[in-house]
């Protein structure tokens, strides 16, 4: 079997292309979606600003209060959509789905470079290094948690600024290694389009300061002066990022109130118990993606979050036994350390520090699990190497093998979750079972079946929004209209 991996993996081809035929039939079924009432409604179906014939360009350039975001790429990519195709979900499907398939023949070529830029695993055959890559680039795509950002038409942004990231960072590593200017402004440029997407990769800096200080070293440089250096050329990356994100936490501080609520103050949640809940966050952002059970469109284990609390407790203990651990072993698994922090650091973003209660979601796993597959890439390859042994190398194929068929599964099973409008609410609804949060996704599900004109089944949506929440103003109207419509439903 090895023999048979050996000369597979000796084709310069076969590992991006394995990577973007399997992510590509893997999710192939979310070009049978539709529009959900899930922020399609609001970003594509019912938004005038998008569509007008005069100031469409200056709003998308401008607009931030819609999104709390600024992502003009984003959505001038969706006006050209529109334009050219009509408001065709198939369409825009077939984007976030090519975008995906993409960021993972990327994150091979990128895993590849990386475990080659390392002194002491360039070293090994080049089909262990592209096996590694190949193996963290296809757990990471077609892990279950990536299935929200490609089947939601709206999650198109994380896919999107993934895309032009690790361009940004695949031309980095060109210029790690041949240290040509040329190489790092078009790196720069990438990075700045990737945040014009979406600022969810306005965190990348970290990962590339991790590429750079773990780079090889011909001229064994001191440590000090390879960070100082690594310092003073990202600085370009974290000032844009600085400004974008400064620009994002303003906005968010000084909301309206009518369609976003200004976020929680220090006064109400201080900086213990929001640090304790960032805290938290990684760690069940972390949890899941080793074990993603019972994923969700919607999470409510933190909307009533405490720091003395068990969760508290247990994330920062289990944090802590993580960093003692990479500590230990950073000899025999050098990259853990740097790796596991640049995924903390790339999650800064998506840890709900300005939000009290925070509500995670799938999608924010997208840019952070980067670093995890690059760790798995290194992880495999050290793997094959130390096990000198075919039948050892052999199991470990087999084990590698069986995880990423479960993973692919897994991910169906969440594929048929978003399928439909039904399917999806009523899986949302499973999971937040009678907490209040059920109000909300009872409204929309209840506006899915206005639009597909099943008065009768909208109505017992709206009564189960009252029921749970009876000041549902909203709600109340349209169920006193329908009613008055339908006067053989009244209770």
Not at 116 to 133: E, F, N, Q, V, Y
Not at 197 to 204: H, K, N, T, V
Not at 310 to 336: D, T
Request: hydrophobic letters at 50%; aromatic letters at 12%; glycine letters at 6%.
């Amino acid at each position: 079997m090895i023999s048979t991996v050996e000369r597979w993996f000796s084709r310069s081809w076969l590992g991006p292309g394995f990577c973007g035929i399997t992510t590509l039939v893997l999710f192939f079924p979310v070009l049978g979606g539709g529009f959900l009432i899930w922020d399609d409604n609001v970003n594509l179906l019912s938004n005038p600003a998008l569509w007008q014939s005069e100031g469409a360009w200056r709003w998308m350039l401008t607009d931030l209060e819609s999104v709390q975001r600024y992502k003009p790429i984003n959505w001038l990519l969706w006006r050209w959509l529109g334009n050219s195709f009509g408001l065709n979900p198939v369409i825009f499907h077939v984007v976030n789905l090519v975008l995906h398939v993409g960021n993972a023949v990327l994150l091979f070529y990128v895993a590849q470079s990386f475990l080659c830029s390392r002194d002491k695993l360039r070293i090994l055959p080049l089909w262990t290094i592209k096996l590694g890559a190949a193996v963290g680039s296809l757990v990471w795509a077609l892990h279950p948690l990536r299935v929200e950002p490609v089947a939601w038409i709206s999650g198109v942004g994380y896919p999107l600024c993934t895309f032009f990231g690790l361009l940004a960072v695949l031309v980095f590593q060109h210029y790690l290694r041949g240290e040509r200017a040329l190489w790092h402004r078009t790196a720069f440029v990438l990075f700045v389009v990737s945040l014009l997407c979406y600022p969810a990769a306005a965190s990348l800096p970290a990962l590339l300061l991790v590429l750079s200080l773990m780079a090889e070293d011909p001229h064994h440089t001191a440590k000090f002066s390879r960070l100082r250096a690594a310092l003073r050329h990202l600085a370009p990356y974290v000032l844009c990022s600085a400004l974008l994100l400064g620009l994002t936490l303003l906005t968010r501080l000084n909301a309206s109130g009518e369609i976003w609520h200004r976020p929680t103050t220090l006064a109400d949640a201080g900086l213990l118990t929001r640090i304790g809940q960032a805290f938290a966050v990684w760690m069940w952002y972390l949890q899941k993606t080793l074990l993603p059970l019972n994923l969700s469109p919607v999470y409510v284990e933190f909307r009533d979050f405490s720091v003395i609390s068990v969760r508290a407790a247990a994330s920062l203990s289990m944090f802590i036994f993580l960093a003692v651990m990479a500590w230990r072993r950073h000899r025999m698994w050098p990259e853990a350390g740097p790796l596991s922090l640049a995924f903390l650091t790339l999650a800064i973003p998506v840890l709900g520090i300005t939000d009290m209660p925070f509500t995670p979601s799938d999608r924010y796993t997208y840019v952070p699990s980067l670093a995890l597959a690059l760790l798995l890439a290194s992880g495999i390859a050290r793997v094959i190497h130390c096990f000198s042994s075919p039948a050892h190398q052999t199991a470990t194929l087999v084990v590698t093998s069986l995880s990423i068929v479960a993973l692919g599964f897994a991910s169906t099973q969440q594929l048929a979750v978003w399928r439909s409008p039904i399917t999806f609410f009523q899986h949302a609804l499973a999971g937040v079972g009678s907490h209040p949060a059920a109000a909300d996704l009872h409204w929309r599900l209840g506006l899915h079946h206005l639009m597909a004109d099943d008065p009768y089944a909208a109505i017992v949506e709206f009564r189960s929004v009252l029921r749970i929440d009876a000041k549902h103003e909203d709600a109340a109207r349209y169920l006193r209209v329908l009613e008055s419509r339908h006067p053989n439903m009244s209770e």
